[in-house]
C-alpha cells in the first residue's frame, strides 16, 4: 500500500480537501480494492471517518450502483469511487451530489497511474487551465472538429453549460474524476454531423481506430478496430446508447496515452467524444451507459474562431 499512499494522499488532501471528522465513503469492486485502501488510509490519516463498501463488479460505465451505495452515498461528505465500471453518469453519482457529497469517481483506476503520470499533476495549474477552456465553451454557440485521421464533426453547444473537471473539489457537490483534467459539454441532442474517427483509446484499447458516423446526433454506423465490441455494449443498453453524449478536451500536462480512457481523456492536445448518457450535466438523454472515445491532434473552433490547432490550445 505504501506506494499508492502518495497519489492517494494526493487525491484526500489537495484535491477533496478532506477534513478530519468529515465522513468519507470509498466504493469500490474486487479488482480495485487495493487502492480502495490506500484512500482509506489516506482519509484516516487527516482524521476522517471513514467507511468502504465492496460492490460486485458491474457490467459497463454508466451502470447504476445497487440501490444500498447509492444511499450510502447521499449520507457521505465525501465519496471515493475507484471501480473499474465508471459511476461518474449515474443517477447514484448525481443524488449524492445533490445531498451535498464532494464525489470523486475514478473508473479503470490502476495502481500505475495512483503511482505516476496525471494523478501526480499540479492540480492549481490544471484547474486554472481547464477554467480558460471551460470560459470559452460557454461564450460558443457552434463547434467544429477535424483531424488529419478523418474526423470532421459539427455540432451546437447553444445554451448548453459546459462542466470543469479540475481535480478540485472543495465545495458541497462538486465532482469528477480522478485523475482530473478536461473541460466537458453535452452537445444539444440531434445537431452533431460528421464522422469521428477516434485513433486514441475507447472501449479501454489502443487497438486500431474505430469510425464512427453521426447522423442528426446519432450513431449511425461503427466501423474498425474494437467495433464490434463497442456495437455491442450499445446495443445492450438499448437505441439511446448511439446518443452523442459528450465532446470534450483534455487539460492535464501529465497525462499519457496508455490505452486506458480515465487518463488517455485528460490528455492534453486530445479532444474525446462519448456516446450515451448526459443526462447528469446538461443533457436529455438516459441511456444507463456512457462511453468515451478519444481522438488526437485535433483543430477545433468554435464559432469559426480557432481555439485548438494540431492539438495546441490557442489560450
Do not use: W
Request: glycine fraction near 10%.
Amino acid at each position: 500500500m505504501r506506494e499508492l499512499l502518495k497519489g492517494a494522499r494526493i487525491a484526500v488532501e489537495i484535491c477533496m480537501s478532506v477534513k478530519s471528522g468529515e465522513r468519507v465513503l470509498v466504493v469500490t469492486d474486487p479488482p480495485r480494492r487495493k487502492i480502495a485502501e490506500a484512500l482509506l488510509e489516506a482519509a484516516r490519516i487527516v482524521g476522517a471517518k471513514t467507511m468502504l463498501i465492496c460492490m460486485p463488479t458491474g457490467t459497463r460505465h454508466g451502470g447504476e450502483p445497487p440501490k444500498i451505495v447509492g444511499q450510502a452515498m447521499r449520507t457521505a461528505d465525501v465519496v471515493f469511487a475507484p471501480t473499474t465500471y465508471s459511476l461518474t453518469h449515474t443517477q447514484a453519482r448525481l443524488k449524492a451530489c445533490e445531498a451535498g457529497a464532494r464525489v470523486a469517481t475514478m473508473p479503470m483506476i490502476t495502481e500505475t497511474i495512483m503511482q505516476r503520470g496525471a494523478m501526480l499533476a499540479d492540480y492549481k495549474q490544471v484547474s486554472k487551465l481547464t477554467r480558460k477552456v471551460v470560459n470559452l465553451f460557454d461564450k460558443a454557440s457552434e463547434v467544429e472538429v477535424r483531424t488529419r485521421a478523418g474526423t470532421h464533426l459539427t455540432f451546437s453547444i447553444e445554451g448548453r453549460r459546459s462542466h470543469p473537471d479540475t481535480g478540485i473539489f472543495h465545495k458541497p457537490g462538486d465532482y469528477g474524476n480522478l485523475p482530473a483534467g478536461e473541460a466537458f459539454i453535452a452537445p444539444i441532442e440531434g445537431t452533431a454531423e460528421g464522422k469521428v474517427v477516434v485513433d486514441g483509446s475507447m472501449v479501454d484499447t489502443l487497438r486500431g481506430a474505430i469510425e464512427i458516423l453521426i447522423e442528426r446526433g446519432m450513431a449511425v454506423k461503427i466501423s474498425g478496430g474494437p467495433a464490434r465490441k463497442l456495437t455491442k455494449m450499445l446495443e445492450e443498453a438499448g437505441a439511446k446508447a448511439r446518443n452523442l453524449a459528450e465532446f470534450g478536451m483534455g487539460t492535464n500536462p501529465k497525462a499519457r496515452l496508455i490505452g486506458n480512457v480515465l487518463e488517455d481523456e485528460k490528455v492534453l492536445g486530445t479532444c474525446h467524444i462519448a456516446l450515451g448518457d448526459n443526462s447528469t450535466f446538461g443533457g436529455r438523454v438516459r441511456a444507463g451507459i456512457h462511453v468515451d472515445g478519444i481522438f488526437l491532434k485535433p483543430t477545433v473552433k468554435f464559432d469559426e474562431k480557432m481555439i485548438m490547432e494540431r492539438g495546441k490550445l490557442k489560450v
